[in-house]
């Protein structure tokens, strides 16, 4: 086989979205280079490509944060096991997860130190230190950073890893309407991530009490859906009443001088965003990507004969200057040894939104060829006006995208009023099954020890209003799964 | 003791930069509210306004990274033990001071696993896997995390601390001369963090064969001077040669398809650089930054009597405004409950370059009162052309404090050709001393044993070139020490 046969099979996608959709994204990750495999289950390193994506979803939440009160800061990677035993839920809920760090150089350590697996209970007893008066208040810290979850599970890039990226928020507020305030600001910049960086639209709302945040009063999420009907969680703000303040004694001074007791909020998003990303565009080719987060926007392919070579590359180069300088994210694919045909695979299998084809044709007639990622449209336009028709092409593709995403949101909600209807709709159809609900743990575990579905949501009454989280009344007021009365609606899904 | 002079003693810096160092640098650092100490020995919380100069260093030499072919990726932030076995020079080096993670969960882990120390050990077999043909080269990768060393040696935050926040690079390159380019651009991009960023100049050189990183054939580094007299490692930039690449086989097809074996090297710079920031322009008043990094450049004080408030108000909202808009860091100090004193004082101790006082006159005289940090320098300019006046003022402050720090260092390489005389000018007076040294590590141990200073840089012969690091030769040439042949210089120096 020769070197560029051999390269050509390389970049292949080989496995099937629709049927194998594990397989299918384990190679897309790999052969797109976004991350390999680390020598240690659970872990993965994350390639250039891979890397790029998750600092546009930093540029984007770092700006948001700071524009709305939110500072930076950087707490350290381990808590001593003391300190994370000072909150009751948290070390229950994390303590079989935890990875510990028991010797310093040589030397066996005195107590044990967690490799942080969420941070509050290192922040908590460090703002108590920081809030003294209602001046001081809100409070708003967040740090990107990586956190360690030790869950014997299989890895699965950006999905289940046992480091894995994220940014922590963590703030105190002086009364439980701002808390409440807090929660969804930061729910509505996750929305916003996906809505409008992604191209993902997300259902927002809250989880059952018996799947909350250890500790929180309140966990509000904004959910995914896959093309393979899972749903993802695409990140969670908690409402974690004063359960953190009373047990790290954050309190402050008020206005009339008397001593009162914080309400606590923190909010996460991890890179399981580069997850819900990479599986809800992509295809057989390979990744699709939204120009918005493409670290390459626009490939340039020039084609040419060796008569026609230097005016092709001349006026390919000339393109790629001025939308260079417009502010796009432009490659010249001016390589001699690579033939057209290998460069427009490679390109598709690395998700580049738009590809410009220039041959002579396109010379003479001082036009440009623009392809589509990934549903192949292509257009012509002129040389002259070149930078407004790319940037109008980058926002169809993205719109093409997200309408694609918005329908599939749209057709996978349905309702169902019995056991065997719930299940039999996510057999058949996956996506959210909508019913009315007792509020009984017992009710989820029922479809749960039958089919690997949970109830992912509850949906909110008032949408981002600053409510303190009532969820939506079902119409029916018959618990789908047992009959007993109902006064709230939950949606089963499967899950990642 | 009222409130306010409750908290204007706990604005005022207590110890004195020139008596007490150490307890003053601590004193800022918490006052000013950069770091605090962590219940663990060894580490720190990065607060808000420490944190922000860490970003500001990280905005600068990130955006040079990228200009210059640098991707960033992130690798497991564990390694296995038998990766760091692997390169025998790597594990001698750092195994006494390394954190290990030995269980998750409940569980015993089979294999224990390193805190990374540094990453060489686990890049290196990626690099391995990705690198297979010359065009794969020079292939250049960074990423921005944390690492961390069990030293036993007591808590300076940014100086001294068992984890540190830094960015380590790594390359590959297909041939020796490549990797020299590599190291001596990187080492030109701390260079220029200091000097354009931090305000600091700094001496470059390459380390003493004896205190290279393990496995490196050479390190280079900048240095900086501290007002104590003391010398701060800066940053290194370390050219590994093969000895990385045959450890873990990074090797290539050349172009002649023959299997080459690369080059590589690694460059590091940790938070370190925010200690010298620090140390080198604060003074008994508390912080004092250059503008380039500091989170506010301009704190508009407003002073005013109740008939005269609305009017200075809005005047000197006007400016901040104005100044905003033109891209400066602006704090309208318009806080009704503290009085101007108390705002000059906080100001100060925070480090805020620039302070514009307005009051009735300002306004009736359409001018603004500006004052420096540090030296109180007070200047009147126009209301018309502020945005020019300031933009002015701030690159005097710069200069200020850059030309001074320049002052120092140039008053403080000393030469001296005997031990007595090596001691006794590091004693009199710290700084450099500058003597012809035979090569021989027993001859620091001599300097050493007696007083706590050490070889900190041999300059190199033509710096910044495309050279292989050939060091300076001496004009003397027998060994300030022992009095053997001498063919190189050696610099020393007390260190932190």
């Known amino acids: 086989m020769s070197e560029e046969s051999q390269e050509s099979q390389e970049l292949g996608i080989t496995e099937s979205k629709s049927h194998r959709p594990g397989e299918w994204y384990a190679e897309v990750v790999r052969k797109a280079g976004l991350a390999d495999y680390a020598p240690m289950g659970g872990f993965i390193v994350t390639k250039p490509r891979g890397y790029a ?43 079989p997860e935890v990875a510990w760090v028991t010797q310093g150089g040589h030397d ?56 894995f990226l994220w940014q922590e928020g963590h703030t105190a507020h002086a009364d439980d309407a701002g808390a409440w305030a807090e929660v969804w600001t930061r729910l509505g910049q996750y929305e916003r991530v996906y809505e409008d960086v992604l191209a993902i639209p997300v259902l927002r709302g809250k989880k059952p009490e018996h799947d909350k945040f250890p500790g929180a009063d309140t966990t509000t999420t904004v959910e995914a859906l896959m093309p393979d009907g899972r749903s993802v969680q695409g990140g969670t703000s908690h409402h974690l009443g004063q359960s953190f303040a009373e047990a ?48 390459t926007q626009i490939a340039i392919v020039p084609i040419w004969q060796e008569d026609t070579q230097e005016e092709v590359l001349e006026y390919s180069a000339a393109i790629a200057d001025e939308l260079e300088e417009a502010g796009f994210r432009v490659e010249l694919d001016d390589r001699d040894e690579r033939n057209p045909g290998f460069k427009f695979n490679e390109h598709e299998l690395n998700g580049v939104p738009l590809r410009l084809e220039i041959g002579p044709y396109e010379v003479e007639d001082e036009e440009v060829t623009l392809v589509h990622r990934p549903d192949k449209e292509e257009g012509v336009e002129g040389r002259e006006g070149i930078v407004d028709a790319v940037d109008d092409h980058l926002d169809r593709i993205y719109d093409k995208l997200y309408d694609a995403a918005a329908e599939r949101l749209d057709d996978n909600v349905r309702e169902a009023h019995a056991p065997e209807d719930i299940m039999g709709t996510l057999g058949r159809h996956g996506g959210y099954v909508k019913t009315p609900w007792c509020g009984d743990e017992a009710c989820e575990e029922a479809i749960k020890e039958k089919m690997a579905a949970e109830i992912v949501l509850q949906p909110l009454e008032a949408e981002g209003g600053e409510t303190a989280g009532e969820v939506e009344k079902p119409e029916s007021e018959e618990c789908g799964v047992c009959g007993d009365h109902a006064e709230e609606v939950a949606y089963f899904a499967r899950t990642y």
């Open 248 to 295: 790290f004694d954050i309190s402050f001074a008020g206005e009339d001088e008397e001593e009162q007791t914080a309400y606590t909020t923190s909010w996460g998003l991890s890179w399981r965003a580069l997850g819900a990303l990479i599986m809800t565009h992509s295809d057989d080719q390979g990744l699709v990507l939204p120009p918005t987060v493409a670290p």
């Open 108 to 163: 066996e350590l005195e107590e044990r130190l967690a490799v942080r697996p969420t941070s509050e209970s290192i922040i908590a007893p460090f703002m108590a230190d920081w809030v003294r008066s209602h001046r001081d208040l809100p409070m708003r810290l967040n740090q990107w950073c990586s956190v360690v979850r030790w869950e014997a599970t299989e890895t699965k890039p950006f999905f289940r890893t046992k480091e």
């Open 53 to 95: 994506l998750w600092e546009a979803i930093q540029d984007a939440l770092d700006g948001w944060f700071a524009e709305t009160g939110v500072d930076n800061v950087y707490f350290p990677m381990f808590i001593p096991e003391s300190f994370l035993e000072r909150e009751k839920e948290i070390v229950e809920g994390f303590d």
